[in-house]
């Protein structure tokens, strides 16, 4: 955006970030600690405090780049919504769907701002570059934790996160010891629902 930009332009700003509140109020299927339904923004804050917080410790990557990834990646969510992860299948049409979602939301913004937004989506979902690999790890990470950390009640498939998209977890020697810790953490959940080790595991997630 220019240094003066003109009202048409703040216009469509407002215009973008009225119709982007709508993911506050979209929920995820996990819960909060508290047992209220987790919403979409606020997994795509912690998203972003932790690649804050992670900073030195992921090693050489641009934190800015990351930081837009992680706020963005679910942002065509607003209007669709999302779909939990023991629902998706590689062929559901889900990228292309929130990809379409996007360049609708981003519609009331200028042209060029609205190029970058879906140029960091298609970055995000190629995960081609370093920082789209650490994105897409740590939004497993941050679920993970999620759901550990969350009211979810008895019957919460604690057993299906140990399966869940570790390819993307093990793609960086930092997420994939964070994983550990989450893995060791979700066994002992699993242990606690059915001491006597009867249950079994549902399948793993794609790798989305």
């Known amino acids: 955006m220019s240094r003066t930009p003109s009202d048409d332009r703040l216009a469509g700003v407002l215009a973008f970030l009225r ?3 709508a993911l506050k109020v979209r929920h995820r299927s996990g819960r909060t600690s508290d ?13 972003a405090l ?7 410790a992921l090693g050489e990557h641009d934190r800015l780049r990351l930081l837009e990834l992680c706020v963005l990646h679910d942002l065509g969510e607003a209007i669709s919504g999302d779909v939990p992860a023991i629902h998706q299948r590689p ?8 990809r379409a979602d ?8 200028p042209a ?29 990470i941050e679920t993970i ?3 550990l950390q969350g009211d979810n009640g008895p019957d919460f498939d604690h057993g299906f996160n140990l399966g869940y998209a570790r390819a993307r977890t093990d793609a960086d020697p930092v997420t994939a010891r ?3 810790m989450l893995d060791k953490e979700t066994r002992a959940h699993v242990r606690a629902a059915d001491p006597a080790g009867r249950g079994a595991s549902s399948p793993a997630a794609p790798p989305r």
Do not use: F, M, N
């Open 178 to 180: 964070l994983r550990a």
């Open 35 to 47: 047992g209220a339904p987790e919403s979409i923004a606020a997994h795509s804050w912690r998203l």
């Open 102 to 109: 996007l360049e609708t939301l981003g519609a009331p913004l």
């Open 112 to 140: 060029e701002i609205r190029a970058r937004l879906l140029a960091l989506h298609d970055e995000y979902e190629a995960g081609a570059t370093r920082e789209a690999v650490l994105a897409k790890a740590l939004d497993k």
């Open 145 to 147: 934790l999620q759901h």
């Open 91 to 98: 062929d559901d049409g889900r990228a292309a769907r929130e």
């Open 19 to 21: 119709a982007a509140e």
């Open 50 to 56: 932790a690649a804050i917080v992670l900073g030195d």
